[in-house]
């Protein structure tokens, strides 16, 4: 009989600390207030642009986002810190990554009513790991006590979770595993610079994780995996050159560019029309129109990107029943915002029906998949 994947559970942290806009901006504010003070003369003779105030309202018209979920809350809102402060852990202890993964694992177990036992693999793939090694997923694997198996990391940007979702049904469809973990620990506050304008406000924190199973053992739940397409197209337009070797070119140790940046316009005229195009593309490959998808879980980076692409796709406007959106409550949580919304809006799909799985992000990358209620 030939091998079918299944999407069987999911599972989700959520951290303990939420932002709001309005508490965001008033830290930005003060910054920039200060900021500005601290260097009149240069903005007096010309030498130097001031820096602009922020604005809720501003926020929420750029991206749709009205608040975001933090590890570390107090100092992010201190303009004299303006980043997160999560203390470093004894090399004996549980990393923070792994911490979140195994929770949000745990939960998706449970959801299935499996244990450590029933996992053959761990995929830890987030858009930024918290060391090179040892793999993240090999602590996971350690701490939930799957003692067979196997486990990797995997980084894809904000298209991690999709790419290593496509990973995870590949493994099953070729009998090199019959039950895989995908987990997606997502930290992107500790890559924002919070005073920067233009992106501070974008990311959130969270975690997700995904138990992939062989069909046979699934028992008529969950989702199965139909078809999965992936694509890459080299592009600068979001970045971030934190790395290793940083310590070897001192003199351009600038902290601002080893942060996150990116050029949110080209990244919206680019990134619509590939998403969409790939998303019909991948449809036509099966045989299936647009009409006959459910639901569209859409990477929740920006409310106006996600709108803009279901329009293209469906030829129509859609409403949040057919694309749910998370990022007003979670912000952007990189490869973890389609499964977020995945997650919480998927219960009411009656046996049959169609949804899509999608998410995109640096690279460029671009992961669409598709999937069927059992």
Request: with cysteine; glycine share 6%.
């Amino acid at each position: 009989m030939e091998n079918t994947a299944v999407l069987r559970a999911t599972g989700l942290w959520t951290p303990p600390h939420s932002v709001s806009n309005a508490e965001l901006v008033d830290s930005y504010n003060t910054w920039a207030e200060r900021w500005n003070a601290a260097h009149a003369d240069a903005i007096a003779s010309g030498a130097v642009e001031p820096k602009q105030p922020s604005s809720a309202a501003f926020i929420e018209k750029a991206s749709g986002v009205k608040a975001r979920y933090v590890l570390s809350k107090e100092p992010i809102l201190d303009p004299e810190i303006m980043a997160p402060r999560i203390p470093e852990r004894p090399d004996e202890d549980l990393s923070v990554l792994a911490e979140m993964a195994v929770t949000a694992a745990r939960q998706a177990l449970e959801q299935a009513g499996r244990d450590a036992g029933d996992v053959d693999a761990v995929l830890v793939s987030c858009s930024n790991l918290q060391r090179p090694y040892p793999a993240i997923a090999i602590e996971v694997q350690d701490a939930l006590g799957i003692r067979d198996g196997f486990a990797y990391d995997m980084n894809m940007g904000c298209s991690s979770a999709t790419f290593a979702l496509g990973t995870a049904r590949s493994m099953i469809l070729a009998g090199q595993a019959r039950s895989v973990l995908v987990c997606s620990p997502e930290v992107v506050s500790g890559h924002i610079n919070f005073c920067n304008r233009d992106s501070h406000f974008i990311f959130g924190d969270a975690a997700t994780a995904i138990l992939v199973e062989d069909g046979e053992r699934s028992n008529g739940a969950g989702y199965d995996l139909l078809s999965v397409k992936l694509k890459t197209r080299f592009s600068n337009n979001i970045r971030n050159n934190f790395g290793f070797l940083n310590r070897a070119a001192p003199e351009s140790a600038d902290a601002e560019d080893k942060l996150f940046v990116q050029q949110g316009r080209k990244v919206f005229r680019d990134v619509v029309p590939l998403v969409s195009d790939m998303i019909k593309d991948h449809l036509a490959e099966l045989g299936l129109a647009p009409h006959q998808l459910k639901r569209l879980w859409l990477h929740q980076a920006n409310l106006s990107m996600n709108r803009l692409i279901a329009k293209r796709v469906m030829g129509k406007d859609v409403d949040e029943s057919a694309a749910p959106v998370i990022l007003d409550e979670y912000a952007n949580t990189a490869s973890a915002g389609s499964i977020i919304a995945f997650h919480k809006y998927n219960a009411d799909l009656k046996p049959g029906e169609l949804g899509l799985i999608c998410s995109f992000g640096a690279g460029y990358s671009a992961g669409t998949v598709i999937v069927r209620k059992r």
